[in-house]
Every structure is written in C-alpha cells, then in structure tokens.
C-alpha cells in the first residue's frame, strides 16, 4: 500500500500546487474560487491521507464549504459583469512578490528548525513520548479528536474563548452595517434609523 | 471501536489499480440504480397522491423501466452550451455537484459489519463536510450560465444552504454527544436494545433534535418544500435553466443520492440505526450470530433510509413552496435557538438526569413518538383507500375525477383574491 500512498500524495500534492499557480494567473474571480477550491480540497485530501480525518473534514466544513461559498456569493450579489476580471498593478506585483519570498523563507527557516515527531521511528521511542506528540504521530488515531477537543477547552481555554469573542464581535458589527438605512415599513421595533438620521433615499 | 467489513476490500485485489477500477465501476452503479430508482418512486408517489397513475407503459410492470429508457434518452440528447457561459465552468459544474454526494456514500455504513468502503472514526463530521462541498457545484452552475433565473436560483441556494447548515450542524451533535462519538458506526451500535433506546427517544431535547435535524436537511438538499433554488414557478428550472442532457441528469443523480444519505443519516443518529425496534438483531448479534445480524441489519437500514426518502417525497407532494424570507425567517428564528437550546439541553441532561427519571422520560417519549408515526401511518392509509378524505382534502379532491371539487368557503376566497 506504500506504493498507492506515494502516488496519491504526489497527486493531491501537484493539485494543490497547480490550484495554487492557478489562483495566480486566472483573472476572473470565480475561476480563481474554483482554483482556490482545488487547493483546499487537495489540502484536507493530504490530512486524510496523513490519518487527520478530522482535521480534515474539518478543513471541507469551514473552508470550502463555508469560506469559499462566501467568497462566491459575495461576488455573485455585488459583480455587475458575471465575467468580471482583475488586472493588477505594478506596485501590488511586486508587493506581493516580496511577501510570497518572506512567506516562503520563514517556512523554510521553520520547516529546518522544528523536530519532527514523524521522524520518530522506533516503538520505544514512541513509548517514552508525552500524550500530545503520540497525538501527532499515530495515524488514524481515534483519541486525536478527544484530545484536541480537551486541549481546546482545558489548556487553551483563555485562547479559544478569546477567539470567539472576536467572532461574536464580527458577527454584531456585521449585523449593524447590514441594517436598513431606510425606513422599512413593518420593521420590528429597533430596526429603523431613529427620525433624522436615515441615510439618502436609493 | 466495532470490526467491520469493507463491501469491496481492494486490499485484496492483485494491483491497487485493478481494486479502484473495480471498485468505481461497483459503486457507480449502486449509485445510479439508487438515484433511478428513486427517480421512478417519485413519480409513482407524486402521480398516487395526485390520483394519477405515474409511467405505466415502458417495461412490463408499472412502468419500471421509464428511468432507465429516460437515461438513455438524455445521453443520447445534444449537449447545449449557452453562447454567454463560462464554458469550463458550465461544464465543470455538473460534476461538483455530483462527486460529493458519490463521496459522501464512502463512510455511510450500512450495518455494524458493512461499509461501503472505509468506516472512518469521524464519519459524521466527513459526511457533513462533504455534503456541503455540494453547494460550490449548484452556485457554480448558477453562476456559468450567465442568465439570471440561473443565478437567482443560485443566490438563493447558498443563502439557503449556508444558513441551514448551521441548524443542520447542531442539531447533528446532539446525537453525537449523547453517545460519545463521532463515529457513525458506534452512534449506531448504541441503539440496540429495543424502541426506547433509539436517540430520538433518550431525552426530550433529542426528540425536538430529530425534527430539527430532519427539516434543516431538507432544506440543505433542496427538496420542497425549500426547493426555492429551482422554483418552476418563478424561476424557470433555476440553477438548471441552461442545462440539458446528462448534465442536467448528473444534478438529479446527486439530488436523489444525497436525499438517499440523510434518509440514512436520519435513521442512524435518531432512529435507531441498522436495529429493529424489538431488539432482535441484538439478541443476533449477542448470540454470536454476527454475519445473520449483518445481513439483516442492511436490510433493516435500508428499509428505514427508504421510509424516510419517501417521507421526503410526501412532503414535496403535499407541501406548497415557502418564501425566501419565510425560508430565512425558519432557518435564524426559530431552527438556529431551537438547535442550539438541544445541544445544550442534551449535554446538561447527560450530566443531570439518571435512574427512573430518566427511564420514565424514555417511556413517556417512545409512546408519544410511536403513536404520533401511526398517525400519520393512518392519515397516509386513509387518503390512499379513499380520496378526497386525506392531509390535503382539497388538493386531492381537485385532481380526482368523480366528485365535484368542494365548494370554497367565501371567506377563503376573499382571502386568496386579496393574495392576489
């Protein structure tokens, strides 16, 4: 089975790379989704090859499911033009060149420095690991999602609970911008703009 | 975690390419069998609860063979492509919206010992995940045939969809965290022992679940009566005004495919997964008899994915269309409290309720929940023995020759002129 792991790595690997390439070249937004899409379609198909089932339906769920059906979806209810298309400038070229080699190097630099518990081969080594790095390491493992779900609410609480607050901010400041600016009749109480302050009249 | 059995195990087939071929032929044509044949259900059902007869004439006995003869029609149709689409788009469409439902069909087991391919430690939240790739396929056509009925009916799928997956996703944990895990195979495995063990009926925040969880997935597959992304009636065919030929037909495999897992879906997180409400094949099972448990637990599944698809068709059949704000109004107002209330409510009942408090609200919920199916089992029966005295009198009176339609109430009447 090594045999089939490889070529489907190399597979979803080169999907990634080539959704991503194509993020770059395709002008027209939608398409770009679509590139975007299979790069993170081949992204939770490399979790699930690595035995992270979770992260990686997790990773469909928010990410292509959500985020990118948002992306489409505002298009679609702002783009005057279906074949709307982006021509950047030469400023935002070569900003965005600079970023990608930073990016690229501090992964790099990351990706040398970091021991990596899969290099760990042999069972008495695995023995003397902590929980958290037989987490990582064992494939298909079913107590992942149990011990990333203690993590989150026991050592991590103060992050995650931070994170969702953020989130609950975003979704009331969503909520203000989206109300009507005009008077809509029937509104329930509250919804209105107070008299004197409605915006112009479209 | 309980030992099952792939139904195509291509370890064991000489190269890994011969098993995948195998193994994609085999399950194409599960799928497409599945999605024919509830294609003809639909219509037999639509044309009964309508006093019709439905396809009668191709093949020998009530028309069995009208999906396949429409299939070989449509193949054989001319492939249009409107001038003005995204080309690649259009095309690429038909085929997202259908490989999510094929995958999806991966981890869905069909008793404790077969699966069709991989059982998987979290295959609730990967059959959730890859149900909502389905949508990128349906904004998609929408959005590549570049006319506006199709992209009206593509605005309104991801408003839909995207708000009833949140319901959806909720109310999907409330099973799971009774039991413990997110593992179809064990949620199922749990429900053995007889009626009242059954998720739906362990607490009463379950039961409101069950509901939830039932029409928040018709709503994320589509089916009336929240199919406002197609909406004949205003929108042309909506998403699918452009299409035609096998990629129109791709859609509909997907559409009755996916309908087919969350019939399963529903059966194994509420009602008791592949056992039979007397707890037989768990005294199989128990008994050592693991294979004859299997075998009738696949059938005892099948029968209650079945049941709950054709709920599916009755309520289409029955239901007028709602609204989009009505649709919204549903989803944010009443599902999104209503679906977080149950998951709380079943983590504190967990932690609270035990004992004969806990046995005597099992009871209580069985029998309410027994004789609110035979209810309807009997509301069903009558309006098939005798038409015209069913859910919807004046719906089928309307379509049964003989009696004359009954007289509209003159307040009725005025209400409608005013609804114009």
């Not at chain 1, 194509?22 to 790069?39: H, Q």
């Not at chain 2, 039991?179 to 949620?187: E, N, P, T």
């Not at chain 2, 037909?249 to 007397?278: K, Q, R």
Request: glycine share 8%.
């Amino acid at each position: 089975m090594d045999n089939l792991d490889t070529i489907v790595f190399y597979f979803l690997a080169a999907l990634a790379l080539v959704g991503a390439m194509g993020i770059l070249v395709s002008r027209n937004i939608v398409r770009t989704a679509m590139w975007l899409l299979a790069t993170l379609v081949a992204a939770a198909g490399l979790y699930f090859l690595l035995g992270a089932a979770f992260v990686g339906a997790i990773q469909l769920i928010v990410y292509a499911g959500g985020t990118l059906v948002l992306i489409i979806f505002g298009v679609m209810l702002t783009a005057k033009n279906p074949n709307v298309s982006y021509t950047p400038r030469t400023a935002e070229i070569v900003l965005g060149v600079v970023l990608c080699v930073l990016l690229a190097g501090a992964l790099i630099f990351v990706l040398h420095g970091t021991a990596w518990p899969n290099n760990v081969k042999s069972v008495e080594e695995v023995k003397r690991m902590s929980q958290a790095q037989r987490d990582l390491v064992g494939p298909n493992n079913p107590d992942a999602t149990e011990s990333t779900g203690r993590r989150f609410l026991g050592d991590y609480l103060v992050p995650f609970e931070v994170l969702s607050l953020v989130l609950l901010a975003v979704l009331i400041g969503a909520a203000y911008l989206g109300r009507p600016k005009v008077p809509v009749i029937g509104a329930p109480r509250g919804v209105n703009p107070p008299p004197g302050q409605e915006g112009p009249r479209k | 975690m309980p030992e099952t059995v792939d139904f195509i195990p291509f370890v064991n087939w000489p190269t890994w390419l011969e098993g995948l071929i195998v193994m994609a032929v085999v399950y194409f044509a599960f799928v497409s069998v599945l999605a024919m044949f509830f294609i003809w259900w639909e219509r037999k059902v639509s044309a009964h609860m309508q006093s019709r007869l439905g396809p009668m004439r191709t093949g020998l006995w009530h028309g069995w063979a009208q999906s396949p003869a429409d299939g070989l029609k449509l193949l054989g149709k001319e492939d249009l492509l409107p001038d003005d689409a995204d080309k690649p788009l259009f095309r690429l469409a038909a085929y997202l919206a259908f490989v999510p439902a094929f995958a999806a069909l991966v981890v869905l087991p069909f008793s404790a010992k077969f699966v069709f391919v991989h059982e998987m430690h979290v295959s609730l939240v990967f059959i959730f995940g890859v149900l909502s790739l389905e949508i990128v396929g349906v904004m998609l056509a929408g959005w590549a045939s570049n006319s506006k009925w199709a992209l009206y009916g593509a605005i309104r799928e991801a408003c839909q969809v995207v708000s009833y997956e949140i319901p959806m996703g909720l109310s999907l944990l409330a099973p799971a965290l009774t039991v413990g895990s997110l593992s179809l195979a064990v949620i199922g495995a749990n429900q053995g022992a007889g009626l009242h063990e059954w998720l739906m009926f362990r607490n009463p925040f379950l039961f409101v679940a069950f509901f939830v969880f039932f029409i928040a997935s018709l709503a994320s597959c589509k089916r009336a009566p929240f199919d406002l992304p197609e909406c004949e009636s205003e929108l042309v065919a909506g998403f699918l005004t452009e299409y035609s030929g096998m990629r129109w037909a791709m859609f509909f495999f997907a559409e009755y495919t996916v309908m087919y897992i969350i019939g399963a879906l529903t059966a194994i997180l509420f009602l008791g997964a592949w056992y039979d409400p007397f707890g037989i094949i768990l005294g199989m099972e128990q008994a050592g008899q693991s294979w004859a448990a299997a075998v009738a637990g696949a059938g005892v599944m099948v029968v209650k994915g079945f049941t709950i698809v054709f709920v599916q068709m009755w309520l289409r059949w029955t239901l007028p269309r709602l609204r989009i704000d009505q649709v919204m109004y549903v989803c944010v107002k009443v599902f999104l409290p209503a679906s977080c209330i149950t998951l709380i409510g079943s983590a504190a009942w967990q932690w609270l309720a035990g004992g004969l408090f806990q046995q005597i609200t099992q009871i209580v919920l069985t029998v309410l929940g027994t004789a609110g199916g035979l209810y309807f089992v009997a509301l069903l029966a009558r309006a098939l023995v005798k038409p015209g005295q069913g859910i919807l009198p004046t719906i089928i009176t309307s379509w049964h020759a003989e009696p004359a339609p009954a007289p509209v109430a003159p307040a009725a009447a005025e209400e409608g002129q005013a609804n114009g």
